[in-house]
């Protein structure tokens, strides 16, 4: 959980947001909101301060987890309970809530801070915007999730019966996960031609 890939992952797409031009920096909110010029010493501070923040928001996971396990084994020890399973989705909300809001308002610090200086110009056009994202998925990620769709069919057919009443529901979702990748790499395959 400390040296997370998925956080990895989140720590670089907020670094995304700064990009170089020939001035200097500019944060675009999300990567395609208004540029914002700001400094060098600026963006280091934005990303540490949110690294910093996101590692202490996941830190605090791991201790309100083993908190609501031991108040759940204290108060419902009979785990297959109605109530206890209220308990624990009660339980794992009041844990997720609280990281997601910290999240977001880490994640959204740089816009509130300069939200008074004045934009260099305005924000990325949808087609813009789109090109800027299939220009950062691979054709390897599209892949990857087309087989995660095959995997899950798989094994989950192993368990129920995937062709017959709710089991089907695994072929769906694996279904429409093989789907929205294949889509995916057109897109991106059209968008690369143009």
Not at 35 to 41: A, C, F
Not at 91 to 115: C, D, H, K, Q, T
Not at 118 to 147: C, D, N
Not at 159 to 176: A, Q, T, Y
């Amino acid at each position: 959980m400390f040296s997370n890939p998925h956080f990895d992952r989140v720590r670089q797409l907020f670094a995304d947001q700064f990009s170089d031009d020939s001035r200097g920096i500019v944060y675009r909110k999300g990567q395609k909101g208004a540029p914002v010029r700001v400094s060098e010493i600026e963006r280091d501070e934005f990303v540490a301060t949110f690294n910093k923040r996101i590692r202490y928001a996941g830190w605090s996971i791991f201790p309100a987890t083993l908190g609501l396990i031991l108040l759940l084994v204290w108060l419902t020890p009979d785990a297959d309970s109605p109530s206890a399973q209220i308990a624990m989705w009660i339980g794992i909300a009041a844990i997720l809530v609280p990281f997601m809001v910290i999240y977001y308002w880490a994640w959204n610090a740089p816009s509130r801070e300069l939200e008074r200086r004045t934009p260099e110009g305005a924000p990325l056009t949808k087609e813009e915007a789109r090109v800027l994202a299939f220009s950062k998925i691979t054709y390897g990620q599209l892949l990857l999730a087309a087989l995660m769709g095959v995997g899950l069919v798989w094994k989950m057919s192993a368990e129920s019966d995937v062709f017959h009443g709710w089991g089907m529901v695994w072929l769906i979702l694996g279904g429409v996960l093989i789907f929205l990748a294949g889509v995916q790499a057109v897109r991106k395959w059209r968008f690369g031609q143009q």
